[in-house]
């Protein structure tokens, strides 16, 4: 399957070096030019953080979406990183895109697409023998990284991994 991500699920596998996961578990990993600027310049850092170095994930392409008018409207909502991934995604007829922001997973959803969050692709790579636990990666995500994760969805997680 080729998938289409936003910032957060890129920001947030590369921050605890798990990366790779996406290579393995998807055909192709596409991602627009708003998303790697976002990941260049990001608005803030956690500590011991640094802009993810996309020269390290090969494997990742970078795709401009044709749909700029699309983007404008979706704009009118959601960041540009969120609405050039949910147009790129549509175009690619993609039927998932990783992506974590509520909000703009509603949008997605509205878009026809299957939103999968970071703690989604953790479950899968733990499901295809790519990882031996997830729980001190989700751990790390949100004790060092400051990441949001629902303590229900957590809990739902970790019991679906079996930890």
Request: overall charge negative; glycine content about 6%.
């Amino acid at each position: 399957m080729i998938i289409v991500s936003d910032t957060s699920p890129i920001r947030a596998l590369a921050y605890i070096e798990k990366i790779v996961v996406l290579e393995k578990l998807f055909v192709a990993v596409v991602i627009p030019p708003a998303v790697v600027n976002e990941l260049s310049h990001p608005a803030r850092l956690a500590a011991g953080e640094s802009p993810t170095d996309l020269s390290l994930s090969p494997f990742i392409e970078v795709r401009m979406p044709v749909d700029q008018a699309s983007v404008s409207e979706l704009e009118k909502e959601i960041d540009r990183g969120e609405s050039e991934a949910i147009v790129l995604a549509k175009e690619l007829n993609c039927t998932a895109i990783l992506m974590d922001e509520a909000f703009g997973r509603n949008i997605a959803i509205r878009h026809g697409l299957v939103p999968i969050g970071t703690a989604g692709i953790l479950l899968r790579a733990k499901h295809a023998g790519l990882l031996a636990e997830i729980r001190p990666l989700l751990d790390r995500l949100i004790g060092e990284l400051g990441f949001f994760i629902a303590d229900s969805l957590r809990r739902h997680i970790l019991d679906l991994a079996n930890e």
